[in-house]
């Protein structure tokens, strides 16, 4: 393995000013930071003048598709999207057909992923059998096979009494569970946000009371079980409150928000099947409460929700179409653009969230520039400006509300697990 020296780069400190950095990779891992290093015949030398060096981003929430829904993304396609993004590590969701509830599921599904994609995949397992809500999976089992986390995104856990069964496990595994906050009862046929919206073009819409009844209900399970709960893209001003005050009462809490949350709200809704997501986009006052959530820490982690779904899927109009959007590629972008420059959110704060606050949530050791840590890093170019096409995405998946946006900032360079696996913004293959 070469021996890679990165020169001439800066990183961001504390008070999100640019300081000069320079770092050595041995072995895949970081070996020296800030230093002046021998340099032979093994070395590849980086000349970073311009970039910012940052770790390799987290991402907490993604779905790959794969197996079942290989038309929409794949491990592969979904890795690529994920490096083009700057994501150095992914974790994948199991709404997959079938779902990922036994062992031999989950190590076909880690093989895959160790021959099929450059960056580092988790796979969280399914809370209940096929995410069908209605028999738990063994947690036990599932975890020693290498479940990551366990989750039925896609869908909310309806009964209260499976998820307490569901935290007791999860909780001596010393697991987490991530959930996907949906009370089905109070959907009444919703598929956009109530608000002002749905009433003026003739929506069902989504009470905030769909999601907050189940972020409720779960911080006192959680708080009951000691069970270390993540919530799922976050999406209500009410939530973020909650989130905070368990916080205060140290229940072992954390919460994600999504780049689309962070940045839309009904008001850019269209009558497009790419405007649609669950949860879905809010009000101004949900998302300045996300945006504030974020800035003091109370939300952990940014994770992209990215779901890729094929044409004809959104083809349907907001009724009718498929949920979700995709969001790996353009993540960084996005938030850079429209929270960092404009002065809403600090640059500091940002790369956290993508960093040391999602490595915080799974408890892992990437995510940050630490000698001994695995060297994912990621050099980003902040003075490119580009526009966001979707022809141009690696991911399957085209369904994005951010066409034809221009931003600022491009992930320009990538080593994973001490590997350069995109420089100059082109994937090494
Ligand atoms: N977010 C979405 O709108 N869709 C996700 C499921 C999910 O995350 O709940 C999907 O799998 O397509
Ligand atoms: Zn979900
Ligand atoms: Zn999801």
Redo the contacts with the bound molecule.
């Keep these: 393995m070469k021996r890679i020296v990165i020169e001439n780069a800066v990183r961001v400190n504390e008070n999100s000013e640019m300081v000069p950095c320079s770092l050595l990779v041995e072995e895949g891992i970081i070996a020296g930071i800030n230093g002046s290093w021998e340099k032979d015949a093994n070395t590849v030398i980086i000349d970073a003048k311009g970039l910012v060096l940052t770790p390799g981003f987290i991402d907490l929430h993604v ?1 790959l598709r794969e197996p079942g829904g290989e038309g929409k993304e794949t491990i592969r396609t979904g890795a690529r999207a994920a490096l083009r993004g700057g994501f150095t590590q992914i974790f994948a ?1 199991p ?1 997959t057909q079938p779902t990922p509830d036994t062992p031999e599921r989950l190590r076909d599904l880690q093989e895959r992923a160790r021959k099929d994609a450059p960056i580092t995949i988790g796979f969280y397992a399914p809370i209940t059998k096929g995410e069908k809500g209605e028999e738990l999976v063994d947690l036990e089992v599932l975890s020693h096979a290498g479940a990551a986390a366990f989750s039925d ?2 869908k909310g856990v309806q009964s209260a009494g499976m998820m307490y069964r569901a935290m007791l496990n999860a909780q001596k595994l010393g697991k987490v569970l991530a959930a ?1 906050c949906e009370e089905d009862s109070l959907l009444f046929g919703g598929y956009i946000h109530q608000g002002e919206y749905s009433k003026a073009h003739g929506h069902r819409g989504i009470h905030p009371l769909v999601e907050d009844l189940q972020i409720q209900r779960d911080i006192a399970l959680s708080e009951a079980t000691q069970c270390p709960y993540h919530i799922c ?1 976050m999406s209500t001003s009410k939530g973020v409150s909650m989130l905070g005050e368990a916080k205060k009462f140290s229940v072992p809490v954390t919460g994600e928000v999504t780049p689309h949350h962070l940045l839309l709200t009904e008001k850019d809704l269209q009558e497009d099947g790419d405007y649609k ?2 949860p879905p986009l809010r009000s101004e006052r949900d998302r300045q409460a996300l945006i504030q959530g974020l800035r003091d820490g109370i939300i952990d982690a940014i994770a992209t ?1 990215h ?1 890729p779904h094929d044409e004809e899927s959104k083809s349907r109009g907001l009724e009718g179409s ?3 959007v995709v969001g790996l590629e353009t993540a960084f972008p996005l938030l850079y653009t429209h929270l960092v420059l404009p002065g809403e959110l600090p640059l500091k704060r940002l790369l956290d969230a993508l960093t040391s606050g999602p490595a915080k949530v799974m408890g892992l050791e990437t995510g940050r520039l630490e000698v001994g840590s695995p060297a994912d890093l990621v050099l980003l170019d902040l003075e490119k400006t580009w526009n966001i096409e979707k022809k141009n995405f690696e991911s399957k998946g085209k369904n994005t509300p951010f066409e034809g946006y221009s931003v600022k900032g491009q992930v320009h360079t990538v080593l994973a697990k001490g590997q350069i696996v995109m420089q100059g913004g082109q994937i090494i293959d």
């Design positions: 779905h969701m709404n995104d896609g996907h893209h997501m669950n929700d779901a498929a949920f979700g």
